[in-house]
């Protein structure tokens, strides 16, 4: 039992890496087998309902790791613009590190024609919902009054899904240093006095 | 030839709107002679160098189409505030009333793999810098000084693309206002004190 839900776990990374690489039109099952080293009979076993499993699945893993990524990155944060400059900083760094190479987990079965656009749509909605509202709840933690909050974090999601586009066509960090200094105002006019609130 | 460049003007935008409602590799040739009414000897006469060379074409008539939008909306604001409130305004508006079915006609070209990476890359970086170039013209023609309408026109494209994504996703204007309320307070901590300066 543990080994299966190894293989499918590595499924769901290698298809997940891929559709951030190429969109999920462009990646094929061969795709995914090649590269997480599954055997082919894992398709179906794992993924009775086909490709739109798969890319659904993926997609809810890349939300997780981001929620992760958030809790984490407001752990080590003192104040609600630290908190937001620094994810920012690491989806920056992130998006660097990897060349250029990779977007959103999420964004393509928004923007890709699919043969279940239903479902795809409606795991894009779960999976930018969790996203944000997980920002949001730290940002009220810091201290951020809750429709500010909410404000600020639809925002912070809506230019960081953009910096994953344009910072990867110009193939350049400036978008993603520019949309740090200009929410750092917007956090700003938000920000209760205080540089930290009780949080966790 | 008048009729000749009719057709082909007119498989252009019919690739533009395929391809902001599914992205470029669900848009086959067949889809786009559909939308146009082209003849089918039109593909290889008027894109002899095949799909990449329609990709990009509509990809430069996206980003001319949002040139020209964005000269409009500078042409009829007082302010930067304004501008760019009416430019995320405006595209709010497009977005609700397409009922969320179409997204922006260049970041396809970066987010989906094809045959012609190099070229599909070079497209979306000139589009994009294109686009947010005019921006930051605007900015600094009502009076924002040159390195801060960069930053500014930069977090406008980054916050309008992401937005394009997460408000098709969530079927909701609610990022769009967001992004206006959010950027405001950027714009404002940029922004000279006259209301106007001269412009055009």
Redo the contacts between chains.
Sequence with gaps: MARRSDVKAKMVEAAKQLIR???H???AFADVLERSGAPRGSVYYHFPDGKSQLVIEAAQAHAHEQVQIIDRVAQDAASAAGFIDAYLGLARDGMAASGYSR??G?????????EDPDEM?EA??R???EI?SRLAFHLVAFGVDQAAA??????????????????????SP??W???R???A??V???SPKASRQAHG
């Design positions: 690489e190429r969109g039109g462009a990646t977007g959103c999420i964004a393509p079965l928004v923007t890709e024609g699919s749509g894009s909605r999976g930018f919902s944000t909410r404000v600020l974090a639809d925002a912070v999601i809506a230019g960081a899904e953009g910096a994953l586009v344009t910072s990867r066509a110009l193939r400036a978008p240093d520019s949309l200094v200009a929410l105002a917007s700003a006019a938000v």
